[in-house]
Each structure stands twice: as structure tokens, then as C-alpha cells.
């Protein structure tokens, strides 16, 4: 399996812009995970869903922060309009969701800049 | 709430001495998962460990080592003989169980480990 595919890995945008994150989790895996790492928070869980739906979005800094998991093998972190604090690495990770926590696997992460 | 202290912040060896991260966990929980992940410069994060509240056994795999511990509420790593090569960060979470399924990670700070040549 390739893992968890996030893109872009890269992204540079100007702050008040539509930005779009994107993650494919691994096959067969049924929870999906959206993390935020700054210097300053650490490793953040934003949101995350089971079975395309979302479980806890407590996470979410606030309303310009929205996530869509459309079906098993996708999701999207949307950030509308964005700013300068925004910037951060967004990690996606999968699981597989069972009595037993399983372990999560993460993909490369989206580095964020907002200017 | 649950929470996750890693109090060291980094941490400088020489290559081959052993070196232990620390991690005290807080919940409230009977049920919870413990987890190491390390982040290496690259910045991706690769999962080492896992382990549930009701298994204190240590565990042991190559120079890795893993100290878990409920009195004292710590789930520590030990690197032995350690390699330029375990440069990295390392992170320590925890999940606790709901609903019987997955839940989010509450990561530490992080550990930033540097192994000198």
C-alpha cells in the first residue's frame, strides 16, 4: 500500500484565500484523522471522522475551518478565508477503526504558509 | 482531559550511549492506548509503538525499549546504543477509548533527540 497521500506538500498562499488540503487514506482503513503542528501547540487534533462521518470536530480553531470526508477514499481540510496564524504542517492519518485501538498512520503533511 | 507531558525538551548524546525519553500521561480512563511515534528530520511521523492500559509488560524490539509503568503513570522509551541515525523527535500519545473504536491522539511536546558522531 502507498499509505496515507496528502497534497499538495507544499502550499504558499496570501492570506483571505480559499486554501484546500487534501487526503487519501490507506485502503480499507475507516477512520481519518486531520492534525495541525505548530511551535508553539505541539500536534493538534483537529477533526476526525468514521466511516465518512465526523465524530469530533472540537478541534477546529473556528468557523474558517471546515472538513469533508465525501467517501472512504477521501477528505479534504478546508481553510476559507485563511490568515497569517494558519500556518502550520496539517497531517492526515488513517486507521482502522476496531475493538482494539489500533495505531494510526500518518501521511507527509501539508506545510501551510499563509503570507 | 487527558494530557501528555514530555518534560524533556531535547536531549544531546554521543553516538552508542543509551539515552531514555520520559512521558507521564493523565486520564481519567480505566481503557487507554499509549503510543511512541518519531518524527526524523524529513518531517513525516512513523509509528513505533503501541500499547493498552491492560498490558504492563515491557517491551523490547532491537535497541528500542519501552518502560510502561501505571503507579507512576509513565510510559518511557529506552534507546540503547544509540545511532546518529535516531536523530529525531519523539512523541508520546495517548487515546483513550470510547465507543469501542479509534479516537484522536493527545500527543506530548515532543522530545528533540540529538545523537552526536
Known amino acids: 500500500d502507498a499509505g496515507v497521500i496528502q497534497s499538495p506538500r507544499h502550499e504558499v498562499t496570501e492570506m483571505g484565500q480559499e486554501v484546500t488540503l487534501r487526503c487519501k487514506p490507506i485502503s480499507g482503513h475507516n477512520s481519518l484523522f486531520w492534525y495541525r503542528q505548530t511551535m508553539m501547540r505541539g500536534l493538534e487534533l483537529l477533526i476526525y471522522f468514521n466511516n465518512n462521518v465526523p465524530i469530533d470536530d472540537s478541534g477546529m480553531p473556528e468557523d474558517r475551518f471546515s472538513a469533508k470526508m465525501p467517501n472512504a477514499s477521501f477528505s479534504t481540510l478546508k481553510i476559507q478565508p485563511s490568515e497569517p496564524r494558519d500556518s502550520a504542517v496539517y497531517f492526515c492519518?488513517?486507521?482502522?477503526?476496531?475493538?482494539?485501538?489500533?495505531?494510526?498512520?500518518f501521511g507527509q503533511g501539508t506545510r501551510l504558509t499563509v503570507v | 482531559a487527558q494530557k501528555v507531558t514530555q518534560a524533556q525538551t531535547e536531549i544531546s548524546v554521543v553516538e552508542k550511549e543509551d539515552v531514555t525519553l520520559d512521558c507521564v500521561y493523565e486520564t481519567r480512563d480505566t481503557t487507554y492506548y499509549l503510543f511512541w511515534y518519531k518524527q526524523p528530520p524529513s518531517g513525516e511521523l512513523v509509528f513505533l509503538i503501541r500499547?493498552?492500559?491492560?498490558?504492563?509488560q515491557n517491551e523490547i524490539s532491537g535497541r528500542y525499549s519501552w518502560n510502561f509503568q501505571k503507579s507512576t503513570s509513565s510510559f518511557n522509551f529506552t534507546i540503547t546504543a544509540s545511532q546518529v541515525v535516531d536523530s529525531a523527535v519523539y512523541f508520546c500519545a495517548l487515546s483513550e477509548k470510547s465507543g469501542g473504536g479509534a479516537d484522536g491522539l493527545t500527543f506530548g511536546k515532543g522530545t528533540h533527540l540529538i545523537i552526536q558522531p
Open positions: 500499547r493498552n492500559s491492560f498490558d504492563e
Open positions: 492519518a488513517s486507521s482502522l477503526r476496531q475493538a482494539m485501538n489500533t495505531e494510526a498512520f
